[in-house]
């Protein structure tokens, strides 16, 4: 809409003052470009417009957008702090872009001094944002609505008609007023002088109420994220049936923490897993599908605090001190015992397997370097067995109906005595000799070729996965997400709409006087139209036309001026 049509400056000029402060109430912050004069700000002048520039929208939006280009290498790349072996391997088996990427802080992405400067540059924008449109906005909440244009039938949506009532222009107004109050619209009269008077009503302050608490829980997302990551840990444990779990950091396969954590000062927790229980649907079109996964648990606060029993199931976690601790995964832990030449047991425990398919096919490694010569066995384990020549060994069913353990014996140096560190689940048989194979099911043995010992499969055993971790700043980061999606919704479904309604007497001096209904929106909705005609039925039920109602200008005959 144009407010320099040629003669109407007046109402030209109101327009754009109504425009004008409709924006502001809207919080528009305006971004000022570098003046030509630039040399000539000084250190002052340079400072305040590169805050400017900082706590611009657009800055927030793309420094919002360098934050999620910055978190890829954090989910490609493997991180130190939670996998440090998978990253010495990275860098074994990539020497050259391993090293650029190390350098560059890409295997600890989110402690890397250019993540957090991006990060603080995003929190101090967005709060540099939304300190001057809250000002704005509380000015605007406590503002009245904007005086009525001269010239109304310049707006948007507009509506007229002449009534032949003789002194009712103020019983209109009245009325018009306490209908739009009733309607909860912020209404500001300007009484009929005998001349005209006016009825401005504005509603919709909810709408940037939304997008400032969209904003302000962008924010404290942000922050409820950075304290967790300063002051928060995580870690997994496995723990076989009948073993116990300490909250000490020796105890857990992978642990990692903020930069702000004192490992001493963990909560001196700890339980023992008392019995796992797992269930699967045997047929139909989901079978072995997971129906039963639980585990029972006693647990201790603190070391001589009296024991608790706690049943651990999804979504229902162990909870001590803030620390959670929840059931994330499970397997089988076959028991095998090993006799050496002598007959001496040199190995006898429930042995972890890791499930490399659905139904739980599962790889696992026995080592006895103190044995000499040194031994070690492969083996896959199938709770429900089966053995074809395309697949060879494997399960056909989670639960063990069924189980065998197929071993692949070695011996000879298992390199642990390099100083080197080894993964308990995997074999190096580069220097190893390959003495046997051989499936067992519970209870059977199998005596070694050239007398190399025993291996027996005694038992079966499971294991369960615990996820254990501790986020302070998790609720926070909850609410704010919550307000967050609130705010959006208002942001979104409330429209800011701004109408008038005047009565103007005649010029010629006669009884008649016209009524003018207008309308102006922040943006171009769908809904303004029909919002301006119901008030207009509305205000004709007060003030009826006096003949067939003309909309608009009479020399227009589509009710709008051009």
């Given at each position: 809409?144009?407010?320099?049509?040629?003669?109407?400056?007046?109402?030209?000029?109101?327009?754009?003052?109504?425009?004008?402060?409709?924006?502001?109430g809207?919080?528009?912050?305006?971004?000022?470009?570098?003046?030509?004069?630039?040399?000539?700000?000084?250190?002052?002048?340079?400072?305040?417009?590169?805050?400017r520039?900082l706590?611009?929208?657009?800055?927030?939006l793309?420094?919002?957008?360098l934050?999620?280009?910055?978190?890829?290498?954090?989910s490609?790349?493997?991180?130190?702090?939670?996998?440090?072996?998978?990253?010495?391997?990275?860098?074994?088996?990539?020497?050259?872009?391993?090293?650029?990427?190390?350098?560059?802080?890409?295997?600890?992405?989110?402690?890397?001094?250019?993540?957090?400067?991006?990060?603080?540059?995003?929190?101090?924008?967005?709060?540099?944002?939304?300190?001057?449109?809250?000002?704005?906005?509380?000015?605007?909440?406590?503002?009245?609505?904007?005086?009525?244009?001269s010239?109304?039938?310049?707006?948007?949506?507009?509506?007229?008609?002449?009534?032949?009532?003789?002194g009712?222009?103020?019983?209109?107004?009245?009325?018009?007023?306490?209908?739009?109050?009733?309607?909860?619209?912020?209404?500001?009269?300007?009484?009929?002088?005998?001349?005209?008077?006016?009825?401005?009503?504005?509603?919709?302050?909810?709408?940037?109420?939304?997008?400032?608490?969209?904003?302000?829980?962008?924010?404290?997302?942000?922050?409820?994220?950075?304290?967790?990551?300063?002051?928060?840990?995580?870690?997994?444990?496995?723990?076989?049936?009948?073993?116990?779990?300490?909250?000490?950091?020796?105890?857990?396969?992978?642990?990692?923490?903020?930069?702000?954590?004192?490992?001493?000062?963990?909560?001196?927790?700890?339980?023992?897993?008392?019995?796992?229980?797992?269930?699967?649907?045997?047929?139909?079109?989901?079978?072995?599908?997971?129906?039963?996964?639980?585990?029972?648990?006693?647990?201790?606060?603190q070391?001589?605090a009296?024991?608790?029993?706690?049943t651990?199931?999804?979504?229902?976690?162990?909870?001590?001190?803030?620390?959670?601790?929840?059931?994330?995964?499970?397997?089988?832990?076959?028991?095998?015992?090993?006799?050496?030449?002598?007959?001496?047991?040199?190995?006898?425990?429930?042995?972890?397997?890791?499930?490399?398919?659905?139904?739980?096919?599962?790889?696992?490694?026995v080592?006895?370097?103190?044995?000499?010569?040194?031994l070690?066995?492969?083996g896959?384990?199938?709770?429900?067995?089966?053995?074809?020549?395309?697949?060879?060994?494997?399960?056909?069913?989670?639960?063990?109906?069924?189980?065998?353990?197929?071993?692949?014996?070695?011996?000879?140096n298992?390199?642990?005595?390099?100083?080197?560190?080894?993964?308990?689940?995997?074999?190096?048989?580069?220097?190893?000799?390959?003495?046997?194979?051989?499936?067992?099911?519970?209870?059977?043995?199998?005596?070694?070729?050239?007398?190399?010992?025993?291996?027996?499969?005694?038992?079966?055993?499971?294991?369960?996965?615990?996820?254990?971790a501790?986020?302070?700043?998790?609720?926070?980061?909850?609410?704010?997400?919550?307000?967050?999606?609130?705010?959006?919704?208002?942001?979104?479904?409330?429209?800011?709409?701004?109408?008038?309604?005047?009565?103007?007497?005649?010029?010629?001096?006669?009884?008649?006087?016209?009524?003018e209904?207008?309308?102006?929106?922040?943006?171009?909705?769908?809904?303004?139209?029909?919002?301006?005609?119901?008030?207009?039925?509305?205000?004709?039920?007060?003030?009826?036309?006096?003949?067939?109602?003309?909309?608009?200008?009479?020399?227009?005959?589509?009710?709008k001026?051009?």
């Open positions: 809409m144009s407010t320099s049509t040629p003669g109407a400056p007046e109402a030209g000029a109101a327009v754009q003052d109504s425009t004008e402060d409709l924006s502001a809207l919080g528009t912050v305006p971004v000022n470009d570098l003046p030509p004069d630039s040399m000539k700000l000084g250190f002052v002048g340079w400072s305040r417009w590169m805050w520039q706590t611009s929208m657009r800055t927030a793309l420094l919002l957008f934050l999620a280009v910055a978190s890829i290498p954090g490609v790349l493997p991180q130190r702090p939670v996998d440090p072996a998978r990253v010495t391997q990275y860098l074994s088996d990539n020497p050259g872009v391993g090293g650029v990427f190390d350098r560059l802080g890409f295997f600890d992405v989110f402690t890397a001094p250019w993540y957090v400067a991006i990060y603080l540059l995003l929190v101090i924008s967005l709060a540099g944002c939304i300190v001057p449109r809250t000002r704005l906005h509380w000015k605007a909440m406590r503002a009245q609505p904007p005086r009525a244009p010239r109304l039938k310049r707006l948007p949506e507009y509506e007229s008609w002449e009534v032949s009532s003789d009712a222009g103020q019983q209109t107004l009245d009325d018009t007023a306490a209908l739009l109050r009733k309607r909860r619209w912020r209404v500001r009269t300007q009484e009929f002088d005998g001349t005209s008077g006016w009825v401005s009503a504005e509603k919709g302050y909810l709408r940037e109420t939304g997008n400032l608490l969209f904003h302000i829980s962008l924010l404290g997302l942000l922050l409820g994220v950075a304290i967790g990551g300063m002051f928060g840990w995580r870690g997994q444990a496995l723990v076989i049936e009948g073993e116990s779990f300490s909250d000490t950091i020796t105890q857990y396969d992978t642990f990692s923490a903020g930069n702000l954590v004192d490992s001493a000062d963990l909560p001196p927790f700890s339980f023992t897993l008392n019995d796992f229980r797992s269930g699967f649907q045997a047929g139909g079109e989901q079978e072995g599908a997971a129906r039963l996964f639980e585990a029972d648990v006693t647990y201790r606060s070391p001589g009296e024991p608790e029993e706690k651990v199931e999804v979504n229902d976690p162990l909870v001590v001190d803030g620390a959670k601790a929840y059931l994330v995964g499970h397997g089988y832990a076959p028991v095998i015992q090993v006799k050496n030449a002598q007959g001496q047991v040199i190995y006898d425990a429930p042995t972890v397997f890791l499930p490399i398919d659905g139904n739980f096919t599962s790889n696992g490694v080592k006895m370097p103190d044995n000499d010569p040194q070690a066995l492969q896959i384990f199938a709770p429900t067995a089966a053995l074809d020549d395309q697949r060879g060994p494997h399960s056909t069913f989670p639960a063990a109906d069924d189980p065998a353990v197929f071993f692949s014996a070695w011996k000879g298992l390199g642990l005595d390099d100083g080197i560190p080894q993964s308990v689940y995997k074999l190096d048989t580069s220097e190893l000799e390959q003495i046997g194979i051989k499936g067992l099911r519970p209870g059977e043995s199998w005596t070694l070729p050239d007398g190399s010992g025993t291996v027996s499969f005694t038992g079966i055993k499971q294991y369960a996965v615990f996820d254990v501790y986020d302070p700043g998790k609720l926070f980061a909850l609410v704010a997400s919550i307000l967050a999606i609130l705010g959006l919704m208002l942001s979104l479904f409330i429209p800011r709409r701004r109408v008038w309604v005047k009565v103007s007497a005649a010029a010629d001096g006669t009884s008649s006087s016209t009524v209904v207008a309308g102006l929106s922040r943006t171009d909705e769908a809904g303004l139209k029909p919002a301006v005609a119901d008030l207009a039925t509305d205000v004709r039920a007060i003030a009826p036309p006096a003949t067939t109602p003309t909309p608009g200008d009479p020399t227009d005959p589509d009710g001026a051009h």
